[in-house]
């Protein structure tokens, strides 16, 4: 397996109100914030259209469950499949099935700390 993660897909975290800090992040800096956050587009190296999400989520959420952290990383990886079962072999707990969409599979593993984090094989055209 040559890659892994690619990069960072995401940053999720809780908060008691979602809406008054997205306000705040777009009036003090800029963000261009909808109902999910805000989400960065850049280039990769090869030129290729890539996005980073930031999304802060009701702090009531059991969208990081098992984990009990406040927040969750999503990182961008290549060929989601063969990684979870390399993960897997190698002893990583995974979370859940994976989940298709038109803009990427999805699937989930815990770090050592029980932090949930979601890897990503992504279809960034499937946005533009």
């Known amino acids: 397996m040559k890659k892994r993660v690619t990069g960072l897909g995401g940053f999720f975290f809780k908060t008691k109100d979602p809406k008054k800090l997205k306000d705040w992040y777009q009036n003090h800096l800029g963000l261009p914030v909808d109902r999910y956050g805000c989400t960065f587009w850049w280039k990769d190296k090869d030129g290729n259209d890539c996005s980073t999400q930031w999304s802060p989520m009701k702090d009531d959420t059991t969208y990081f469950a098992p984990s009990k952290s406040p927040f969750m990383m999503n990182f961008r990886v290549?060929?989601?499949?063969?990684?979870?079962?390399?993960?897997?072999?190698?002893?990583?707990?995974?979370?859940?099935?994976?989940?298709?969409?038109?803009?990427?599979?999805?699937?989930?593993?815990?770090?050592?700390?029980?932090?949930?984090?979601?890897?990503?094989?992504?279809?960034?055209?499937?946005?533009?």
């Open 78 to 128: 290549e060929n989601l499949k063969e990684l979870l079962v390399v993960l897997e072999n190698e002893g990583v707990t995974i979370v859940g099935e994976i989940e298709e969409y038109d803009y990427g599979k999805f699937g989930w593993i815990l770090d050592p700390d029980g932090n949930k984090l979601e890897l990503w094989e992504p279809v960034d055209k499937a946005f533009l």
